[in-house]
T-cell receptor, first 111, second 117 residues
Framework: GQNIDQPTEMTATEGAIVQINCTYQ??????LFWYQQHAGEAPTFLSYNVLDGLEEKGRFSSFLSRSKGYSYLLLKELQMKDSASYLC????????????WGLGTSLAVNP | GAVVSQHPSRVICKSGTSVKIECRSL??????MFWYRQFPKQSLMLMAT?????????EQGVEKDKFLINHASLTLSTLTVTSAHPEDSSFYIC?????????????FGPGTRLTVL
């Protein structure tokens, strides 16, 4: 079966750093995405990892270890607007390359 | 670039009516489009995958006769919720992907909020 695990909720303080973990067990692997979703809106792309290692993009970084089936999203210098749900998604093998989604981590950034 | 639009953004209808939602890729050709449904405080649930010019592939548990999908062109896919009932009320989101591109990225539309009375 396909399984993606993320923490349900996290809380952090404005200006701090937070790491959101994601573990996966899927039939095949063609890449892992992190998306941000604010309430009532569609997801927006944050990062994509297909090779092991760290990808840095501004305040956001994403790490992947394929051998461990593990990824994390690192958010630095947290801002209030970063309060949102963060979704981990894996592309599985197959012609349609569909995404398998985690349930999302709801992050609350407090002043 | 890579903009996907959805129309309407919000719709309220009576039980038993049918509702059509359009998903358009505005500046690229989408060989594959995905339709998702999202209930409050839950993750995205893939309903079906549609490839231009062929029948949609539905996920297990999704009624293909109730959720009609048409992907007639490389820039347009439609989802019709037939004989809608209150339990169909949800946030429907489409995404589109090109045939090329190494990232396999899906570009999401803004979503359609359906409320069935």
């Amino acid at each position: 079966g396909q399984n993606i695990d993320q923490p349900t909720e996290m809380t952090a303080t404005e200006g701090a750093i937070v790491q959101i973990n994601c573990t996966y067990q899927t039939s095949g692997f063609n890449g892992l995405f992190w998306y941000q979703q604010h309430a009532g809106e569609a997801p927006t792309f944050l990062s994509y990892n297909v090779l092991d290692g760290l990808e840095e993009k501004g305040r956001f970084s994403s790490f992947l270890s394929r051998s461990k089936g593990y990824s994390y999203l690192l958010l630095k210098e947290l801002q209030m607007k970063d309060s949102a749900s963060y979704l981990c998604a894996v592309i599985i093998a197959g012609n349609n390359r569909k995404l398998i989604w985690g349930l999302g981590t709801s992050l609350a950034v407090n002043p | 670039g890579a903009v996907v639009s959805q129309h309407p953004s919000r719709v309220i209808c009576k039980s038993g009516t049918s509702v059509k939602i359009e998903c358009r890729s505005l500046d690229f050709q989408a060989t594959t489009m995905f339709w998702y449904r999202q209930f409050p405080k839950q993750s995205l649930m893939l309903m079906a995958t549609s490839n231009e010019g062929s029948k949609a592939t539905y996920e297990q548990g999704v009624e293909k006769d109730k959720f009609l999908i048409n992907h007639a062109s490389l820039t347009l896919s439609t989802l019709t919720v037939t004989s809608a009932h209150p339990e169909d009320s949800s946030f429907y989101i489409c995404s589109a992907r090109t045939s090329g591109g190494a990232r396999n990225e899906q570009f999401f539309g803004p979503g359609t909020r359906l409320t069935v009375l």
